[in-house]
């Protein structure tokens, strides 16, 4: 089993999770983070004034799967999140030794 963290643009997030939904991956979770990249943020112009915003929103999805179905869910991910442009994020994959459902008790692969 692998855990799968994307950080997107949280204008994706609706696409991402329904694209994820029509393949039968449902269960996510969903929390809302800020960062920056490479480009350390961007340069905005207020009141003729400029200044860098260096902590940009994004969301972070984090989903755990079956070591099969990882290639499927990344080809979803950066296929319904990318624009093209500088930003679009970036996705992380962590083994996981082991998962307990606390309702059930069921485990690893049960739980899922």
């Excluded at 319904?80 to 994959?93: H, L, N, V, Y």
């Amino acid at each position: 089993m692998m855990k799968i963290e994307a950080i997107i643009r949280p204008t994706k997030i609706h696409e991402v999770k329904d694209a994820l939904d029509e393949a039968g991956f449902e269960s996510v979770t969903v929390t809302d983070v800020k960062g920056r990249g490479k480009q350390k943020g961007v340069m905005q112009q207020w009141r003729g004034r400029k200044y860098c915003v260096d902590l940009l929103p994004k969301i972070k999805m984090e989903m755990v799967v079956n070591d099969h179905d990882v290639d499927k869910v990344v080809d979803i991910i950066t296929g319904t999140a990318a624009t093209g442009s500088i930003g679009d994020g970036k996705i992380f994959i962590y083994p996981i030794a082991k998962i307990v459902r606390i309702r059930t008790g069921e485990t690893d692969g049960d739980a899922l």
